[in-house]
């Protein structure tokens, strides 16, 4: 009852009732209401346990409230944090980056994945002179104007793109060159056409944001190959594959660097802080060196940088990996295991902490077509099946492909083992 009655409070006082619109579950018609987290647990506002697959959108890469983290931030504040100060914390952050992510030479501090992926296609089109881009079916990039566009019609169409949101001028949708993921013959004649026009290719170089839709092998040294050929940079957003799965991300795991990375998410373990980083002259063309704008009063806030700090020390060992990408591989091997025993449809893909769940399929997701065809009426009853057994699953919107779901560093392997308990009697359910 209580969780009515704040979302019924909500709704008069909060523009559709959140915060954000994501957090508004789509499956639950509300949002979940969190009062804390630990570790791999998060408790609603009855005082239910949950084990956690969404962390905090992924963001929460080592687990919720964790020690390290907690005492940076504790110190941060008792020193008395000042917003729009430069700090040495900055600079130790900068230096660690640029050891651990490939294309990283210089680093620019921001609040939010939108900001960078905004500021990294004004760059491209400084250094360029060009104003078209090339981007991926589905990808998502925040929420800036220039990327919200997808086809009108079928994936490979040569018609303008539509706005997916509105107040945003339709001459915008001149600028977006849109393919599906991993199709090599729709990006072949895409740029072909168009490729001394493009300013930028952008991608994320793991599909995360559709669950988990990795490249085909070779995919990403072909985006990198023709980039080079037609005079344009690659960008990866690297939001969420940041960290993912090893210390430089997903262009350290599949070894193509990219010329410019946008990070968010996992970099501060949920605390609001992402970066653009780069090679060394097209990012010093930012003010104040150069003539692109950049600044924010909150970028790089100390609390964050602490934050961040703690975590990438973490995460800029090895060892961390090896852990968890052997936790993730048994669990994803299970997880298909129990659905299959089950004989209920659902492909499980994944690759170090996140993953997703693509329900009536069995084959491969490969493309931005595949990954449109998620069931989201059986989707809705597993998500809610868990709920009600003390597993949180999230998901972002009830048609095209599924959420994001991930473990991260505080996931045990007994947890997990008592979280396939119960996903072997919610698909159980399901399939009878």
Known sequence: ???????????????????????????????????????????????????????????????????????????AISEGPVAAGETEAHVELAERLCKMIPSAERVRF??????????????ARHVTGRDKFLKFSGHFHGLADAFLFEERDVFHSSAKPIAVSGGIPTSYAYDARIVSWNDRDAFYEMMETHGREIAAIICEPVWYNAGCVPPDEGFLQLLRDSADEHGCLLIFDEVLSGFRMAPGGAQDYFGVTPDLTTLAKALANGMPLSALVGKGEIMEELAP????????????????????????????????????????????????????????????QGLGGRFGLYFNREADVRTSEDAATNDHRLNAEFVKGCLDQGIYFHAYRTAGPP??????????????????????????????
């Open 1 to 75: 009852m209580a969780k009515q009655n704040t979302f019924t409070r909500a709704k008069k006082v909060l523009a559709g009732g959140v915060s954000a619109s994501m957090r508004l579950h789509p499956y639950l018609d509300r949002p979940v209401y969190v009062t804390h987290g630990e570790g791999p647990w998060i408790y609603d506002q009855s005082g239910t346990q949950l084990l956690d697959f969404n962390n905090s959108n992924g963001a929460s890469m080592l687990g919720h409230n964790h020690p390290e983290v907690h005492e940076a931030l504790l110190t």
């Open 110 to 123: 921001a609040s939010t994945g939108t900001e960078v992926t905004s500021v990294a296609l004004r760059l």
């Open 289 to 348: 060196g150069g003539p692109v704008a950049h600044s924010g009063t909150y970028s790089g806030h100390p609390l964050s940088i602490a934050a961040a700090n703690a975590s990438t020390r973490i995460l800029s060992k090895k060892k961390a990996y090896n852990d968890l990408n052997k936790t993730a591989s048994w669990f994803y091997e299970q997880l298909q295991e129990t659905f299959d025993a089950a004989n209920l449809p659902v492909r499980v």
């Open 403 to 432: 959420g994001h779901s991930g473990i991260t560093l505080a996931h045990t392997r007994e947890q997990l083992g008592d979280a396939l308990t119960v996903i072997r009697d919610v698909a159980g359910k399901l399939k009878a």
